[in-house]
Protein backbone atom coordinates (compact mmCIF):
# COMPACT_ATOMS: atom_id res chain seq x y z
CA UNK A 1 0.00 0.00 0.00
CA UNK A 2 1.56 3.52 -1.10
CA UNK A 3 1.74 6.16 1.83
CA UNK A 4 0.25 8.48 -0.36
CA UNK A 5 -2.99 6.97 0.10
CA UNK A 6 -4.99 5.72 3.43
CA UNK A 7 -4.91 2.30 3.53
CA UNK A 8 -8.20 0.17 4.67
CA UNK A 9 -8.13 0.85 8.52
CA UNK A 10 -7.37 4.36 8.03
CA UNK A 11 -10.72 4.70 5.43
CA UNK A 12 -12.36 2.65 7.98
CA UNK A 13 -11.64 4.71 10.54
CA UNK A 14 -12.20 7.83 9.28
CA UNK A 15 -15.69 7.07 7.74
CA UNK A 16 -16.30 5.67 11.02
CA UNK A 17 -15.14 8.56 13.03
CA UNK A 18 -16.58 11.48 10.85
CA UNK A 19 -20.04 9.79 11.01
CA UNK A 20 -19.83 9.93 14.84
CA UNK A 21 -19.10 13.10 14.70
CA UNK A 22 -21.33 13.83 12.35
CA UNK A 23 -24.57 12.52 14.08
CA UNK A 24 -23.58 14.45 17.14
CA UNK A 25 -22.80 17.44 15.50
CA UNK A 26 -26.53 16.66 13.83
CA UNK A 27 -27.98 16.72 16.93
CA UNK A 28 -26.22 20.14 18.36
CA UNK A 29 -26.85 22.31 15.20
CA UNK A 30 -30.32 21.10 14.21
CA UNK A 31 -31.90 23.37 17.05
CA UNK A 32 -30.36 26.66 15.80
CA UNK A 33 -32.97 26.77 13.69
CA UNK A 34 -35.81 25.97 15.37
CA UNK A 35 -35.81 26.82 19.46
CA UNK A 36 -36.55 30.06 18.79
CA UNK A 37 -39.27 29.53 16.51
CA UNK A 38 -40.93 25.97 18.68
CA UNK A 39 -39.70 27.11 22.33
CA UNK A 40 -42.43 29.68 22.51
CA UNK A 41 -44.75 27.04 23.77
CA UNK A 42 -42.33 26.32 26.76
CA UNK A 43 -42.72 27.88 30.46
CA UNK A 44 -41.00 30.78 31.31
CA UNK A 45 -39.81 31.82 27.99
CA UNK A 46 -37.90 34.81 26.78
CA UNK A 47 -35.42 36.00 24.02
CA UNK A 48 -32.79 35.76 27.01
CA UNK A 49 -33.46 32.17 28.19
CA UNK A 50 -33.92 31.48 24.54
CA UNK A 51 -30.20 32.11 23.86
CA UNK A 52 -28.95 30.26 26.65
CA UNK A 53 -30.69 27.24 25.77
CA UNK A 54 -29.31 27.92 22.25
CA UNK A 55 -26.08 28.41 24.02
CA UNK A 56 -25.45 26.25 26.79
CA UNK A 57 -23.78 23.44 25.16
CA UNK A 58 -20.92 25.60 24.19
CA UNK A 59 -20.01 26.13 28.05
CA UNK A 60 -19.84 22.76 29.05
CA UNK A 61 -17.76 21.46 26.07
CA UNK A 62 -15.26 24.35 26.26
CA UNK A 63 -14.94 23.55 29.91
CA UNK A 64 -14.97 20.01 29.37
CA UNK A 65 -12.48 18.80 26.20
CA UNK A 66 -8.93 18.89 27.81
CA UNK A 67 -10.52 17.03 30.70
CA UNK A 68 -12.04 14.62 28.60
CA UNK A 69 -9.26 13.80 26.54
CA UNK A 70 -6.85 13.44 29.18
CA UNK A 71 -9.47 10.99 30.80
CA UNK A 72 -9.26 9.11 27.53
CA UNK A 73 -5.55 8.91 28.14
CA UNK A 74 -5.68 7.38 31.31
CA UNK A 75 -8.69 4.87 30.76
CA UNK A 76 -8.92 4.10 27.03
CA UNK A 77 -10.65 6.41 23.50
CA UNK A 78 -13.70 4.27 23.49
CA UNK A 79 -14.47 3.93 27.31
CA UNK A 80 -14.78 7.66 27.37
CA UNK A 81 -16.01 8.36 23.98
CA UNK A 82 -19.11 5.84 24.52
CA UNK A 83 -19.73 7.68 28.25
CA UNK A 84 -19.70 11.34 26.21
CA UNK A 85 -22.33 9.65 23.66
CA UNK A 86 -24.50 8.79 26.61
CA UNK A 87 -24.17 11.57 28.69
CA UNK A 88 -25.04 13.49 25.43
CA UNK A 89 -27.72 11.39 25.29
CA UNK A 90 -29.40 11.48 28.65
CA UNK A 91 -29.36 15.20 28.05
CA UNK A 92 -31.19 15.39 24.91
CA UNK A 93 -34.03 13.19 26.88
CA UNK A 94 -34.12 15.84 29.26
CA UNK A 95 -34.63 18.26 26.69
CA UNK A 96 -36.87 16.19 25.19
CA UNK A 97 -38.84 15.62 28.39
CA UNK A 98 -38.94 19.58 29.18
CA UNK A 99 -41.97 21.75 29.51
CA UNK A 100 -40.18 24.75 30.47
CA UNK A 101 -37.77 26.33 28.97
CA UNK A 102 -35.07 26.37 32.20
CA UNK A 103 -34.89 21.93 31.83
CA UNK A 104 -34.39 22.81 28.14
CA UNK A 105 -31.78 24.32 29.11
CA UNK A 106 -30.24 22.03 31.72
CA UNK A 107 -30.37 19.33 28.83
CA UNK A 108 -28.56 21.50 26.49
CA UNK A 109 -25.76 21.83 29.52
CA UNK A 110 -25.69 17.91 29.78
CA UNK A 111 -25.59 17.46 25.96
CA UNK A 112 -22.39 19.60 25.68
CA UNK A 113 -20.82 17.85 28.93
CA UNK A 114 -20.18 15.02 26.50
CA UNK A 115 -17.82 16.41 25.48
CA UNK A 116 -16.05 13.74 23.41
CA UNK A 117 -14.08 16.16 20.23
CA UNK A 118 -10.87 15.38 21.72
CA UNK A 119 -11.01 12.01 22.24
CA UNK A 120 -12.42 11.47 19.08
CA UNK A 121 -9.68 13.46 17.64
CA UNK A 122 -7.25 11.57 19.63
CA UNK A 123 -8.36 8.06 18.01
CA UNK A 124 -8.45 9.22 14.55
CA UNK A 125 -4.49 10.14 15.57
CA UNK A 126 -4.10 6.60 16.79
CA UNK A 127 -5.31 5.14 14.11
CA UNK A 128 -3.74 6.69 11.42
CA UNK A 129 0.08 7.35 10.18
CA UNK A 130 1.77 10.48 10.47
CA UNK A 131 2.03 11.45 6.76
CA UNK A 132 -1.92 10.35 6.46
CA UNK A 133 -3.49 12.21 9.58
CA UNK A 134 -4.52 15.14 7.34
CA UNK A 135 -6.60 13.24 5.39
CA UNK A 136 -8.39 11.82 8.19
CA UNK A 137 -8.63 14.77 10.01
CA UNK A 138 -10.00 16.71 6.37
CA UNK A 139 -12.70 13.49 6.26
CA UNK A 140 -14.01 14.13 10.07
CA UNK A 141 -13.83 18.02 8.82
CA UNK A 142 -15.98 17.71 5.69
CA UNK A 143 -18.64 15.47 7.57
CA UNK A 144 -18.79 18.19 10.53
CA UNK A 145 -19.57 20.97 7.81
CA UNK A 146 -22.29 19.02 6.03
CA UNK A 147 -24.13 18.32 9.29
CA UNK A 148 -24.78 21.46 9.63
CA UNK A 149 -26.12 21.59 6.00
CA UNK A 150 -28.18 18.94 6.93
CA UNK A 151 -29.30 20.19 10.10
CA UNK A 152 -30.72 23.13 8.26
CA UNK A 153 -32.61 21.33 6.55
CA UNK A 154 -33.90 18.64 9.12
CA UNK A 155 -34.56 20.59 11.76
CA UNK A 156 -37.51 22.69 11.04
CA UNK A 157 -38.90 19.42 9.22
CA UNK A 158 -38.82 17.45 12.32
CA UNK A 159 -39.54 20.77 14.52
CA UNK A 160 -42.69 21.05 12.44
CA UNK A 161 -43.86 17.67 12.43
CA UNK A 162 -43.29 16.51 16.11
CA UNK A 163 -42.29 20.02 18.11
CA UNK A 164 -39.32 20.84 19.70
CA UNK A 165 -39.08 17.63 21.19
CA UNK A 166 -39.35 15.56 18.37
CA UNK A 167 -35.56 17.82 17.66
CA UNK A 168 -34.41 16.13 20.94
CA UNK A 169 -35.44 12.96 20.79
CA UNK A 170 -33.86 12.97 17.40
CA UNK A 171 -30.43 13.79 18.82
CA UNK A 172 -30.81 10.97 21.33
CA UNK A 173 -31.41 8.50 18.90
CA UNK A 174 -28.10 9.89 16.94
CA UNK A 175 -26.50 9.46 20.26
CA UNK A 176 -26.79 6.01 20.69
CA UNK A 177 -26.58 5.06 17.05
CA UNK A 178 -23.05 6.84 17.48
CA UNK A 179 -22.60 4.10 20.60
CA UNK A 180 -23.05 1.40 18.03
CA UNK A 181 -20.83 3.03 15.97
CA UNK A 182 -17.86 2.88 17.75
CA UNK A 183 -18.50 -0.26 19.66
CA UNK A 184 -19.06 -2.45 16.19
CA UNK A 185 -17.78 -0.25 13.15
CA UNK A 186 -14.40 1.78 14.46
CA UNK A 187 -11.52 0.29 14.88
CA UNK A 188 -9.41 -0.26 17.64
CA UNK A 189 -6.38 1.34 18.08
CA UNK A 190 -3.28 -0.58 19.05
CA UNK A 191 -0.40 1.50 18.69
CA UNK A 192 -1.37 5.37 20.63
CA UNK A 193 -0.07 8.74 18.82
CA UNK A 194 1.89 10.90 20.96
CA UNK A 195 -0.07 13.22 23.51
CA UNK A 196 1.58 15.96 21.34
CA UNK A 197 -0.43 15.07 18.50
CA UNK A 198 -4.10 15.07 20.32
CA UNK A 199 -4.75 16.55 23.15
CA UNK A 200 -3.29 19.85 25.04
CA UNK A 201 -2.02 19.88 28.59
CA UNK A 202 -2.05 22.45 30.97
CA UNK A 203 1.76 23.31 30.66
CA UNK A 204 1.02 23.85 26.82
CA UNK A 205 -2.24 25.97 27.22
CA UNK A 206 0.21 27.84 29.15
CA UNK A 207 2.93 28.19 26.24
CA UNK A 208 0.13 28.38 23.59
CA UNK A 209 -1.86 30.82 25.21
CA UNK A 210 0.59 33.67 24.55
CA UNK A 211 1.58 32.69 21.14
CA UNK A 212 0.50 36.21 19.55
CA UNK A 213 -0.06 34.49 16.15
CA UNK A 214 -2.27 31.34 17.45
CA UNK A 215 -4.25 33.77 19.82
CA UNK A 216 -5.47 36.13 16.62
CA UNK A 217 -6.99 32.72 15.43
CA UNK A 218 -8.34 31.16 19.12
CA UNK A 219 -10.08 34.80 19.57
CA UNK A 220 -11.09 34.57 15.75
CA UNK A 221 -12.87 31.33 16.07
CA UNK A 222 -14.28 32.31 19.03
CA UNK A 223 -16.05 35.57 17.79
CA UNK A 224 -16.87 33.52 13.96
CA UNK A 225 -19.05 30.96 16.22
CA UNK A 226 -20.61 33.67 18.35
CA UNK A 227 -21.66 36.01 15.40
CA UNK A 228 -23.65 32.41 14.26
CA UNK A 229 -24.86 31.89 17.47
CA UNK A 230 -25.91 35.25 17.92
CA UNK A 231 -27.47 35.88 14.85
CA UNK A 232 -29.79 32.69 14.68
CA UNK A 233 -31.24 33.58 18.29
CA UNK A 234 -33.46 36.03 15.87
CA UNK A 235 -33.08 35.32 12.25
CA UNK A 236 -35.89 32.32 12.24
CA UNK A 237 -38.38 34.66 13.98
CA UNK A 238 -37.72 37.50 11.90
CA UNK A 239 -37.87 34.90 8.03
CA UNK A 240 -41.44 34.33 9.92
CA UNK A 241 -42.48 38.34 10.61
CA UNK A 242 -41.24 38.17 7.18
CA UNK A 243 -44.04 35.87 5.64
CA UNK A 244 -41.94 32.92 5.65
CA UNK A 245 -43.91 30.02 7.85
CA UNK A 246 -41.24 27.87 9.77
CA UNK A 247 -42.34 24.71 8.28
CA UNK A 248 -40.53 26.39 4.72
CA UNK A 249 -37.50 27.72 6.29
CA UNK A 250 -35.32 24.73 5.25
CA UNK A 251 -36.57 26.39 1.57
CA UNK A 252 -34.46 28.97 2.38
CA UNK A 253 -31.29 28.13 4.49
CA UNK A 254 -30.30 25.00 1.95
CA UNK A 255 -30.19 26.70 -1.43
CA UNK A 256 -28.04 28.97 0.44
CA UNK A 257 -25.99 26.86 1.89
CA UNK A 258 -25.01 24.94 -1.25
CA UNK A 259 -24.72 28.00 -3.03
CA UNK A 260 -22.11 29.34 -0.67
CA UNK A 261 -20.32 25.96 -0.45
CA UNK A 262 -19.54 26.40 -4.78
CA UNK A 263 -19.01 29.95 -4.08
CA UNK A 264 -16.42 29.75 -1.50
CA UNK A 265 -14.22 27.83 -4.23
CA UNK A 266 -13.08 31.41 -5.53
CA UNK A 267 -11.64 32.90 -2.16
CA UNK A 268 -10.04 29.30 -2.12
CA UNK A 269 -8.11 29.70 -5.70
CA UNK A 270 -7.18 33.14 -4.96
CA UNK A 271 -5.79 32.49 -1.42
CA UNK A 272 -4.24 29.14 -2.16
CA UNK A 273 -2.77 29.19 -6.00
CA UNK A 274 -2.49 33.37 -5.99
CA UNK A 275 -0.64 33.01 -2.84
CA UNK A 276 -2.85 35.81 -1.09
CA UNK A 277 -3.80 34.15 2.08
CA UNK A 278 -3.46 36.85 4.08
CA UNK A 279 -5.95 39.23 2.39
CA UNK A 280 -8.60 36.47 0.91
CA UNK A 281 -8.47 36.15 4.84
CA UNK A 282 -9.16 39.69 5.73
CA UNK A 283 -11.80 39.80 2.68
CA UNK A 284 -13.96 36.89 4.20
CA UNK A 285 -13.79 38.99 7.80
CA UNK A 286 -14.86 42.25 6.13
CA UNK A 287 -17.56 40.14 3.76
CA UNK A 288 -18.83 39.22 7.22
CA UNK A 289 -19.44 42.59 8.16
CA UNK A 290 -20.91 43.80 5.15
CA UNK A 291 -23.55 40.56 5.11
CA UNK A 292 -24.43 41.51 8.77
CA UNK A 293 -25.24 45.02 8.26
CA UNK A 294 -26.80 44.50 5.06
CA UNK A 295 -29.00 42.00 7.37
CA UNK A 296 -29.83 45.55 8.97
CA UNK A 297 -30.96 47.46 6.38
CA UNK A 298 -32.93 44.38 4.66
CA UNK A 299 -34.41 42.68 7.53
CA UNK A 300 -38.27 43.49 6.87
CA UNK A 301 -37.37 41.00 3.29
CA UNK A 302 -37.24 37.30 2.73
CA UNK A 303 -34.99 37.92 -0.44
CA UNK A 304 -32.69 40.36 1.26
CA UNK A 305 -31.90 38.43 3.93
CA UNK A 306 -30.84 35.66 1.87
CA UNK A 307 -28.85 37.26 -0.42
CA UNK A 308 -27.37 38.92 3.33
CA UNK A 309 -27.00 34.77 4.47
CA UNK A 310 -25.20 33.89 0.94
CA UNK A 311 -22.52 36.29 1.58
CA UNK A 312 -22.38 35.89 5.61
CA UNK A 313 -21.97 31.68 4.55
CA UNK A 314 -19.82 32.19 1.81
CA UNK A 315 -17.12 34.00 4.63
CA UNK A 316 -18.47 31.59 7.48
CA UNK A 317 -17.65 28.43 5.36
CA UNK A 318 -13.92 30.06 4.36
CA UNK A 319 -13.07 31.21 7.51
CA UNK A 320 -14.27 28.18 9.19
CA UNK A 321 -11.98 25.99 6.66
CA UNK A 322 -8.94 28.14 6.55
CA UNK A 323 -8.43 28.60 10.41
CA UNK A 324 -7.63 25.20 11.65
CA UNK A 325 -5.00 24.42 8.56
CA UNK A 326 -3.29 28.22 9.72
CA UNK A 327 -3.39 26.87 13.45
CA UNK A 328 -1.94 23.70 12.62
CA UNK A 329 0.88 25.23 10.39
CA UNK A 330 1.74 28.16 13.04
CA UNK A 331 1.91 25.56 16.05
CA UNK A 332 5.17 24.22 17.28
CA UNK A 333 6.26 21.25 15.69
CA UNK A 334 5.65 19.23 18.95
CA UNK A 335 2.42 20.76 19.95
CA UNK A 336 -0.03 20.74 16.96
CA UNK A 337 -3.01 18.40 18.55
CA UNK A 338 -2.63 20.77 21.72
CA UNK A 339 -3.11 23.97 19.58
CA UNK A 340 -5.82 22.55 17.89
CA UNK A 341 -7.33 21.61 21.15
CA UNK A 342 -7.03 25.27 22.63
CA UNK A 343 -8.66 26.47 19.26
CA UNK A 344 -11.91 24.14 20.01
CA UNK A 345 -12.29 24.68 23.05
CA UNK A 346 -12.53 28.80 21.69
CA UNK A 347 -14.84 27.69 19.11
CA UNK A 348 -17.45 26.42 21.82
CA UNK A 349 -16.76 29.24 24.38
CA UNK A 350 -17.94 31.64 21.25
CA UNK A 351 -20.94 29.16 20.68
CA UNK A 352 -21.99 30.20 24.34
CA UNK A 353 -21.19 33.70 24.43
CA UNK A 354 -22.96 34.04 21.35
CA UNK A 355 -26.79 32.63 22.81
CA UNK A 356 -25.85 35.44 26.12
CA UNK A 357 -25.40 38.00 23.71
CA UNK A 358 -28.05 37.30 21.47
CA UNK A 359 -30.35 36.88 24.00
CA UNK A 360 -29.61 39.31 26.10
CA UNK A 361 -30.20 42.29 23.23
CA UNK A 362 -33.30 40.59 22.23
CA UNK A 363 -34.74 40.53 25.23
CA UNK A 364 -34.62 44.60 25.61
CA UNK A 365 -34.50 45.49 21.70
CA UNK A 366 -35.35 44.70 18.13
CA UNK A 367 -33.47 42.25 15.58
CA UNK A 368 -31.96 44.84 14.20
CA UNK A 369 -30.22 45.27 17.08
CA UNK A 370 -28.82 42.09 17.35
CA UNK A 371 -27.65 42.20 14.11
CA UNK A 372 -25.77 45.65 14.72
CA UNK A 373 -24.49 43.97 17.26
CA UNK A 374 -22.92 40.86 14.73
CA UNK A 375 -21.68 43.32 12.99
CA UNK A 376 -19.82 44.88 15.76
CA UNK A 377 -18.02 41.53 16.75
CA UNK A 378 -16.73 41.34 12.91
CA UNK A 379 -15.39 44.90 12.92
CA UNK A 380 -13.47 43.84 16.12
CA UNK A 381 -12.28 40.58 14.77
CA UNK A 382 -10.95 42.07 11.63
CA UNK A 383 -9.25 44.42 13.60
CA UNK A 384 -6.98 41.64 15.52
CA UNK A 385 -6.55 39.95 12.73
CA UNK A 386 -5.15 42.60 10.71
CA UNK A 387 -1.58 41.81 11.46
CA UNK A 388 -2.06 38.36 10.87
CA UNK A 389 1.33 36.75 9.56
CA UNK A 390 0.97 33.61 7.19
CA UNK A 391 3.27 30.86 7.89
CA UNK A 392 5.11 29.17 4.61
CA UNK A 393 3.60 25.50 3.61
CA UNK A 394 4.83 22.92 5.80
CA UNK A 395 3.47 19.43 7.00
CA UNK A 396 4.19 17.72 10.68
CA UNK A 397 5.70 14.45 11.25
CA UNK A 398 6.85 12.87 14.51
CA UNK A 399 9.51 10.07 14.16
CA UNK A 400 10.75 7.77 17.15
CA UNK A 401 13.26 8.71 19.03
CA UNK A 402 15.27 6.51 21.50
CA UNK A 403 17.33 8.61 23.80
CA UNK A 404 20.18 7.11 26.26
CA UNK A 405 20.67 10.39 27.91
CA UNK A 406 17.97 13.45 28.04
CA UNK A 407 21.30 15.53 27.17
CA UNK A 408 21.33 13.86 23.76
CA UNK A 409 18.26 16.12 23.08
CA UNK A 410 19.07 19.16 22.11
CA UNK A 411 22.37 17.72 19.94
CA UNK A 412 19.81 15.75 17.90
CA UNK A 413 17.50 19.14 17.40
CA UNK A 414 20.25 20.77 16.17
CA UNK A 415 21.66 17.99 13.51
CA UNK A 416 17.76 17.78 12.26
CA UNK A 417 17.20 21.60 12.27
CA UNK A 418 19.93 21.53 10.02
CA UNK A 419 18.82 19.40 7.50
CA UNK A 420 17.34 20.32 4.09
CA UNK A 421 13.70 21.11 4.19
CA UNK A 422 13.42 21.34 7.96
CA UNK A 423 11.53 24.24 9.20
CA UNK A 424 11.59 23.52 13.30
CA UNK A 425 13.07 20.39 14.98
CA UNK A 426 11.79 19.64 18.19
CA UNK A 427 12.78 16.67 20.29
CA UNK A 428 10.92 15.29 23.39
CA UNK A 429 13.13 13.13 25.92
CA UNK A 430 9.69 12.62 27.76
CA UNK A 431 8.13 11.08 25.22
CA UNK A 432 10.75 9.32 23.03
CA UNK A 433 10.07 11.99 19.84
CA UNK A 434 11.03 14.23 17.54
CA UNK A 435 8.82 16.35 16.00
CA UNK A 436 10.09 17.65 12.71
CA UNK A 437 8.09 21.05 11.20
CA UNK A 438 9.14 20.55 7.31
CA UNK A 439 8.99 21.68 3.64
CA UNK A 440 8.01 18.67 2.12
CA UNK A 441 9.19 19.47 -1.15
CA UNK A 442 12.76 19.77 -0.12
CA UNK A 443 12.85 17.27 3.06
CA UNK A 444 14.14 13.48 2.71
CA UNK A 445 12.93 11.24 5.47
CA UNK A 446 15.68 8.74 4.83
CA UNK A 447 18.04 10.92 5.86
CA UNK A 448 16.09 12.06 9.57
CA UNK A 449 16.15 8.16 10.28
CA UNK A 450 19.89 7.81 9.38
CA UNK A 451 20.81 11.09 12.64
CA UNK A 452 18.13 9.11 14.42
CA UNK A 453 19.46 5.49 13.73
CA UNK A 454 15.74 4.32 12.53
CA UNK A 455 16.03 1.87 9.83
Not at 225 to 234: A, E, G, K, Q, W
Not at 342 to 362: D, E, N, V
Request: charge should be positive.
Amino acid sequence: MSNQSLNLLEKRAALSLASVFAFRMLGLFMLMPVLAIYGQSLEHVSPMWIGLAIGAYGLTQALLQIPMGWLSDKFGRKPIIIVGLVIFAVGSVIAALADSIYWVTVGRALQGMGAIASALLALAADLSRDEQRPKVMAVIGMCIGLSFAFAMLLGPMVAAAFGISGVFWLTAILALCGIVIILFVVPSAVNKAPKGDTIATFRDIRKLSRHPQLLRLDMGVMLLHLSLTTMFVVLPGQLIADGLTADTHWKLYIPVLLLAFVLMAPLMIVAIKKQKERETFLAAIALLVVSTFGLMLWANSVLGIAVCMLLYFIAFNFLEATMPALVSRIAPASQKGSAMGIFSSGQFFGAFLGGILGGYIAQYSEANAVFAAVACVGVIWLFIAWRMQIPPKSKVISLITELSDPQQAEALADKLVALPGVIEAIVVSEENRSYLKIDDKQFDLNQAKQILGLH
